[in-house]
């Protein structure tokens, strides 16, 4: 199901090239722990499955009992925090555990910013160096992150 997917790509880093910027300083409100909105990823996923029931013809307007417990066990067994450090470096780490699915996955590298957007630059996953860096970007919008992935955006929240 395309929902499935959704919440796979939106745990997946993008890549992807970027131009350097100076680490942030301490004072900078990008600095601290940050993580993915599960109210909003909720209410993405509920409607991609919607989408995808008209896109199969079937009944959408209202999702059963049994499709609404699949979308919140799927959501709220997912969790996505990155940690952006006053150094320039940043740490992240996504936990997948769902029925059928568990793993954590840590990863860490550098991180710059524009006024429109913050470029994780992922040196290691799970230990791994790799090689090129992966990218990661990050969209800046009203004093918060969102991710956009395939035309979904989905929010961070600072913790």
């Not at 993008?14 to 910027?21: F, K, L, M, Q, V």
């Not at 993405?44 to 049994?66: H, P, V």
């Not at 791994?128 to 929240?157: A, C, F, S, W």
Request: with cysteine.
């Amino acid at each position: 199901m395309r929902a499935f997917a959704l919440l796979l790509l939106i745990l997946i880093p993008a890549c992807g090239e970027t131009a350097s910027s100076s680490p942030e300083s301490t004072s900078s409100p990008l600095v601290g722990t940050w993580t993915l909105d599960p109210a909003a990823l909720l209410e993405i996923i509920r409607e991609q499955t919607r989408e995808d029931l008209r896109a199969e013809g079937r009944e959408a307007d209202k999702l059963t009992a049994a499709q609404i417990k699949t979308i919140e066990t799927s959501v709220s067994g997912c969790q996505r925090t990155v940690k952006l450090n006053a150094d320039g470096t940043f740490t992240s780490s996504l936990l997948r555990d769902v029925p059928g699915e568990k793993f954590t996955e840590e990863s860490n590298g550098t991180w710059s910013s524009t006024e429109s957007e913050v470029v994780l630059t992922v040196t290691h996953i799970g230990g791994e160096k790799q090689k090129p860096p992966e990218i990661e970007k990050l969209t800046r919008k009203n004093g918060g992150l969102e991710i956009d992935y395939y035309d979904h955006i989905v929010p961070m929240t600072r913790n």
